[in-house]
């Protein structure tokens, strides 16, 4: 009866809470991300001032997302096992020292350990922030991992209009005031380690025994692999943009900096806009119909766009984000019912290798910039989304019942 009691009042806890808690992960998910985006959007000045190649460019992206990719499975799978509350904020007291470090480097190898230690706090981050948003989700996952992932891409878009209002007309220095939003991540986060704290006495501290999928292992894996693949292709194609889309403006249509970064935020808020879309839905209609959509109906946009003007750019920009965006969440909620009990273990494995691709993508397609032109990015880019034809090989999990 103890036990029973206190499960119960774990869960009227979580329900009572939980959108106060998903307000507050998706609050740090912002600042959390539009810290990271700050790094993108200055590649303008960071280029000329050290006189980079698109190569370092990419190898500045690819350090930083790389970084990332590579720790946080293993973030996951350790707290899976042992669970950390504290450390979201510990991993961004990281992100503060290579942001500080990156407002004084004084050179290209000084701005790449900045990005590694950027890189180290976001591979904390993420995996243990969406076990919080799924703890936190009184059973509608898709709902609580799209609140999550919007704080995180409204604050990829902003960081960009930020930078072009206060760093670079300010200069590279001007990069330490945003220590204030890093600082400000770690008071909210140090709170909600409070809060999941506070959730792990009522089971006696230890994790809850994994539930076996009701697919076979076999099955499962090649659905996982599936999964990577699209997100392979969502992320290679964003890193087309968000690293080179303020460039491809500039050369194709001429535009100031200043001009090249408002639509870049446009599309970052399209992308906002999609991630909150993406879960909800995915919880009503089934995300394997999400991911479809998502993926495959991005491809005719960007088969479109090397050959649109500028008005067409902005507005197939606009589109393609809001459509990509609306994978993440059903992809990531759906690798988690395909293992359930794995909530740390699959977040770190789907977002690392989004990371990973995204910096790989960043220095493969600058070293075909240097080559080729960075309008022949976009060419090459614009067929990626048809590898979403893939998730037709999926199972319909939604027939065989979601597991909570």
């Known amino acids: 009866m103890d036990t029973d009691s206190s499960t119960a009042a774990l869960a009227n806890t979580q329900n009572r809470t939980r959108f106060s808690v998903l307000g507050a992960i998706s609050f740090s998910h912002f600042l959390n991300d539009m810290i990271q985006s700050l790094i993108l959007a200055i590649y303008p000045l960071l280029k000329a001032q050290f006189a980079l190649s698109f190569a370092q460019i990419g190898l500045i992206t690819l350090t ?44 290209f190898e000084t701005v790449l350990i900045a990005s590694a230690l950027v890189g180290t ?31 995180g891409n409204t604050g990829s878009a902003i960081g960009p209009l930020l930078a072009a209002w ?12 945003f220590a204030l939003a890093a600082l400000l991540a770690i008071f909210v986060l140090w709170k909600i380690g409070g809060w999941y704290k506070r959730q792990q006495p009522a089971s006696g501290g230890k994790v809850r025994a994994a539930t076996k999928s009701h697919l076979p292992p076999r099955t ?20 087309s943009i968000s690293s080179y889309y303020i460039f491809y403006l500039i050369n194709k249509f001429h535009l100031s900096v ?70 993440f969440s059903a992809i990531l909620v759906f690798a988690q019912e395909l293992v359930p009990g794995k909530v740390g273990t699959v977040s770190g494995m789907f977002f690392g290798f989004a990371f990973g691709m995204g910096g790989i993508g960043a220095a493969v397609l600058g070293t075909i910039a240097d080559h080729r032109g960075i309008e022949y990015v976009y060419h090459i880019c614009a ?14 999990l939604e027939r065989r019942g979601r597991q909570i």
């Not at 997302?65 to 961004?92: E, F």
């Not at 799924?134 to 919007?150: D, K, N, T, Y």
């Not at 067929?383 to 319909?396: F, I, K, S, V």
Request: with cysteine; net charge positive.
């Open 64 to 107: 930083f997302q790389v970084t990332a990719s590579l720790l946080q499975p293993v973030v996951g799978l350790y707290t899976d096992k042992y669970p950390k509350p504290y450390s979201l904020a510990i991993g961004m007291g990281c992100t503060l020292s290579g942001l500080l470090l990156l407002a004084i480097a004084p050179n």
């Open 121 to 151: 706090g976001s591979s904390i981050f993420h995996p243990e922030s969406s076990r919080i948003a799924r703890l936190a989700s009184g059973g509608q996952h898709g709902l609580a991992q799209s609140i999550f992932q919007v704080g």
């Open 166 to 177: 206060i760093i670079i007309p300010n200069g590279q220095h001007s990069v330490a005031w």
């Open 220 to 239: 499962v894996a090649w659905s996982i692999c599936i999964l990577l693949v699209l997100i392979f292709s969502k992320y290679f194609y964003l890193a």
């Open 258 to 327: 200043q001009s090249a970064q408002i639509h870049l935020f446009v599309f970052l808020f399209a992308v906002a806009a999609g991630t909150i879309l993406g879960g909800p839905i995915g919880d009503r209609i089934g995300r394997k119909r999400v991911i479809w959509a998502s993926i495959v109906g991005a491809a005719p946009f960007t088969l479109m766009l090397p050959y649109a003007d500028l008005m067409w750019t902005g507005i197939l920009t606009f589109i393609i984000g809001l459509i990509l965006a609306s994978a």
């Open 383 to 396: 067929y990626l989304p048809l590898l979403g034809l893939l998730t037709a090989l999926l199972p319909n």
